[in-house]
């Protein structure tokens, strides 16, 4: 773990609460005017960087959430920080995937997203949302394919046994973090799903999405981590 000291505490998710997705590093500035504009919470990318993209030193490597930086957004904004409530987005990292390990490959990430969370230090019963998009986008096989969508749901059932198992929940994320491109209508109208629901330019001269939270009522709810 990065720093046992992040005192963060999980709470469930304020019913229709406002909030903004980042990929990168949210500057202090910039989380305190969304919090200016009532936006009452960050939905922050955590996600990894592969062994391909690691090997090229043309691309710039993901923008890690450090637990600093979890610290600067959820820290009231009394004593020096933005007072957001914060929750972690994974984006599933692009992998070719044999049909016979579909399982072994999603329990691989589901390590994976359990370990950042740790080492960044957000507490249990948190809700890790994961982006269905990059899910699509994974590779099946050497052909190039896609995964079907009963190979999809294989691969998710896993992934996310394994991230519950370890003391955290689930939800599925449509929007996209790149670009501002909004979903199109979603198969599943549960309130535990967050949706893009604008796609205008941000605050400042960054593009964040901006997102909503249902009214929560599901027996499996949202819940967000909090400074303490």
């Excluded at 699509?136 to 059932?157: G, R, V, W």
């Excluded at 629901?197 to 400042?204: M, P, Q």
């Excluded at 249902?214 to 949202?222: A, E, Q, V």
Aim: hydrophobic share 35%; aromatic share 8%.
């Amino acid at each position: 773990m990065e720093d046992s000291n992040l005192k963060a505490q999980t709470e469930v998710a304020s019913a229709n609460a406002k909030g903004f997705v980042s990929s990168g590093v949210v500057n202090p500035i910039l989380a305190d005017q969304y919090q200016a504009e009532d936006y009452e919470f960050c939905l922050r990318e955590i996600g990894i960087i592969t062994k391909e993209e690691a090997k090229d030193d043309s691309k710039e490597p993901p923008h890690y959430l450090t637990n600093l930086e979890a610290y600067s957004i959820m820290l009231a904004s009394s004593e020096g920080g933005s007072g957001l409530s914060l929750m972690p987005l994974y984006k599933i990292p692009e992998e070719t995937i044999k049909k016979n390990s579909i399982e072994e490959a999603a329990e691989a990430q589901g390590k994976i997203i359990v370990q950042l969370m740790n080492h960044i230090g957000l507490p249990l019963g948190i809700t890790v949302w994961v982006d269905i998009e990059s899910i699509n986008s994974t590779k099946f096989l050497t052909d190039d394919k896609t995964l079907s969508q009963e190979q999809t749901k294989q691969y998710l059932k896993r992934l996310c046994a394994y991230v519950l198992d370890s003391g955290f929940s689930v939800g599925y994320y449509y929007g996209n973090t790149s670009g501002c491109e909004c979903p199109s209508e979603v198969g599943n109208s549960s309130s535990n799903v967050l949706r893009t629901v604008s796609c205008a330019n941000g605050l400042g001269e960054s593009q964040f999405h901006t997102i909503t939270i249902g009214d929560n009522t599901d027996s499996c709810k949202i819940r967000w981590a909090v400074y303490q």
